[in-house]
């Protein structure tokens, strides 16, 4: 195991993780999917999270994402505690401090990709007139300012999943957490996709990533890999990415 | 969050997934709408009976009492009734004396008797026999011709006036007064025609307009009285006098039918009153197994659209997912799928109502008068209302409580 990163940031991590334990009980068993996870990730950190089917890395990244709640340890983001937080106010740091990037993009097919794209600021409260132009400024982002009316269904793969990186940006979230997002693309699209990602990061975005595939974790300054629900280690693949070294 | 921007959101999502499954959707509003249109007319009947009922009896008016042999409404044993003394016209003539100046008194006796105009027969005709005071004391007047004078009823005369029903099919396209009419074996001239009342013969009432008045003197000689009791009917100058008149009059009859204190009536005061009363408790309990009975169809309704209500959540799984995911909170999730269910019910709700007024329109037309009233409607679309949120609401809650990582994995 390599020793954690050197070049991070100095200063209070966009998000911390301590002993993080998750245990699911099935039946009779007890599934252990993280068995003391430590982490910190910095602002403007590309990370790619790694590891074989069932070393935990879904679980941390739902736990990351707030989707789910350790068992036991400590997790802040942005210096808040979340692990005793109740369902409506994770709901809320979802909304406010992730943006979420699915391998299956998870758009609402019913609704046009306008709509889908202001649904977060609809949750956060925000009035009408601000959230379309947010929608609008967050699609022309990624390349579909043009498309507002079009369903999900009329898009390609690449156009939905960037719709849904549109949806992601449009909170400006502390952190991106992007889960197999090429999984679903060809590859000539997951690069095309990929390369939207490097831009964010370029952009000062906080980007984490979760993949089994190497070339796609290339993409990311550090690499996490998981194995047994434990880290297995810990590297700065790319220092030239990392964040210290970005001219603003 | 601003909770008119989840009210919107809600709203719009609720509609926009009734609108996509169209014929679902109309589907269970149709056990809305049978639910609402049965329990809508079983309200609309009961009250249209009522007034039917209210109409029908008008006649008795609410200024006048009947002192009678018998209560109209019998209750306990038979054998208390039936050894009374007879009511006769003397008792009339006295009780008229003993109230002068504050009551009227008109007796009235009656029989069925076949009436017959030239070969045509009617049977079944309640003759009555009255006195001039009757138009006074009942508040009826003719359309033809004239009521009995004092006159007839002194030198029993053999004048009769009949009820607009029988004019209509004995005398029909002639000129029915100075026209002969035979009742039971005794030759009539008819001197005046009732106004039509409507409503008669209803629940066993009175069928004015199918009556003959005749002098009571010209009755009793005709026809005796022995086996038929006189009704005294007697008119308060007020309404807010009857009481006291009733009172009044209640002690009188004891004393010319010499009952000692000790003794109980052996008499019956009948009034509009204790008539409405005895078909309010009736019918109230008829009307209560009715609702009872239509409220089932509407709880089965809202059990189909619980049912369904159960999956459109199972179906959007993953759209709820989706939503949890980028930070809706329950409440919106929950306000989703109850505006759904409310939508749903409501729009069944008014278009049972809608059937409502048309099926109420033809119960009005062919079978009593009957009319939606307002308070009505307004229960039907708060029943509909009710049923909708209750229905939805444990579907509702099903999916607010969905944990966002396995909705976002369902397939």
Redesign the interface.
Known sequence: MTDAPTNAKSGQPALSLRDVVKTYVMGDQELRALRGVSLDVYSNEYIAIMGPSGSGKSTLM?VI?C??TPTSGSYLLEGQPVERMT??EL??I???RIG?V?QTF???A?ANIWHNVE??L????I?KNERRARALHALERVGLGDRLDHRPNELSGGQRQRVAIA?ALV?EPSIILADEPTGNLDSVTGDEILTMFDELHAAGQTIVLVTHEDDVAAHAHRTIRLRDGQIESDTVVDPALAPDRISP | MKWALVLTESAGIALSAILANRVRGALTALGIIIGIVAVVTTMTAANGLQNTFRKSFSSVGADVFYVSRQPWIQQGSFFQFRNREPMEMDDADALQQRIAGYGVVNPTINLPRPVKVGSTTMSDVIVVGTTDRMSYVSDVSTDLGRFMSPFDVRFKNNVAVIGSNIREQLFAGTMPINNSIRIGRKDFRVIGVMEEQGGGGFLGGPNVDRQIYIPISTFEAAYGTTNNNVDLAVKAPSQEALLDLEYRVIGEVRRIRGLRPSEPDDFAINKLDSLMGSYNSTMGVVVLIGLLITGISLFVGGVGVMNIMFVSVTERTREIGIRKAIGAPKRSILLQFLLESSFICVAGGVIGLLVSVIVTMAIDHFVMPAGLSFPIAFIALLVALITGVFSGLIPAMKAAKLDPIDALRYE
């Open positions: 739902n994402g989707l789910d369902d409506d709901a809320a979802r909304n406010r979420f699915f998870n758009l609402i019913r649904l977060p609809i949750y956060a409260g009035d949806r909170t």
